[in-house]
């Protein structure tokens, strides 16, 4: 006969986030001692997260939360499928460890996992309770604080069963709610990878004119043109991955600078997320 009830088997699950199973076992392995199967399904969970170590989380999800209007965090949260994307833990858990870093005021990942996410719970150990309880390795990707101006974001759900995969957060030097949401749906959808073209690495610039000036070589062009169309595909090259030099999503006759100049707007910073891609 059973050392344990119904009631005890839910009692642990609500407690632990263990599976039915996991619960009705750790009952039978205490002989119904209820603190004695919490101890069980700990250690347990201690060694699945053991095992999950060196399984990739690949999928999750993008979040950003904001303190008013200038102070913002992003981060991913990464978990192994689309499944556990989709639960209700595993979302919670990005709120609370999002909620944590915006309240603490931290700008690096690594500061970020020493933080109190729950009451007497890291974020480290929030991820390997809830990865317990999800079966899943849980991990924070990457994490960016903004402070001061005007802070936007803007959240993508490229799937409408799925979490947003997809984020940007962007910071003005104006108060301006319209150009925010603008220019993080621009970020979002475009990519850029850098703000104006004198942030791109020389070495990218030079490696770029060398392929450019190949093709054009390639193609047959005269000697003579080849500088020219060099330079043309170099700068058609910024247009891809420069903020202030693609074309405005909602106006592409007009650049994203241009637009700013009719707004009397700057862009001071920003950073776009998304899961699976690391840049």
Do not use: W
């Not at 263990?18 to 201690?46: H, Q, T």
């Amino acid at each position: 006969m059973a050392n344990y009830s119904a009631a005890d088997v839910k009692r642990l699950r609500e407690q632990t986030g263990a599976g039915m199973l996991d619960c009705k076992n750790a009952l039978v392995d205490s002989a119904g001692d209820f603190e004695a199967a919490v101890e069980i399904l700990r250690l347990k969970g201690v060694k699945d997260v053991n095992k999950r170590a060196g399984r990739t989380a690949a999928n999750g999800l993008v979040t950003a939360k904001l303190d008013g209007t200038s102070v913002g965090v992003m981060l991913e949260l990464n978990c192994e499928t689309d499944f556990v994307a989709k639960t209700d833990r595993f979302q919670q858990a990005a709120s609370d460890i999002a909620d944590a870093a915006l309240a603490a005021g931290v700008t690096d990942r690594l500061a970020l996992l020493t933080l109190e996410a729950r009451p007497g719970l890291t974020v480290q150990q929030v991820m390997e309770e809830d990865g317990a309880a999800l079966k899943e390795k849980l991990d924070v990707g990457r994490f960016i604080r903004l402070e001061g101006g005007y802070i936007a974001t803007y959240l993508h759900r490229s799937d409408p069963a799925l979490p947003p995969a997809r984020g940007a957060l962007v910071q003005l030097d104006t108060a301006d709610a319209e150009t925010g949401k603008d220019i993080a749906q621009q970020i979002a959808a475009s990519a850029p990878a850098y703000l104006t073209r004198d942030e791109v690495p020389e070495d990218v610039v030079a490696k770029e004119r060398r392929i450019a000036e190949q093709i054009t070589r390639d193609e047959g062009k005269p000697e003579q043109a080849i500088p020219k169309i060099t330079e043309g595909r170099l700068n058609a090259f910024f247009k891809e991955i420069v903020l202030l030099e693609q074309p405005f999503i909602k106006d592409p006759k007009k650049s994203v600078k241009q637009v700013l100049t009719e707004r009397k707007v700057n862009v001071t910073a920003f950073a776009r997320y998304q899961i699976g891609q690391a840049g």
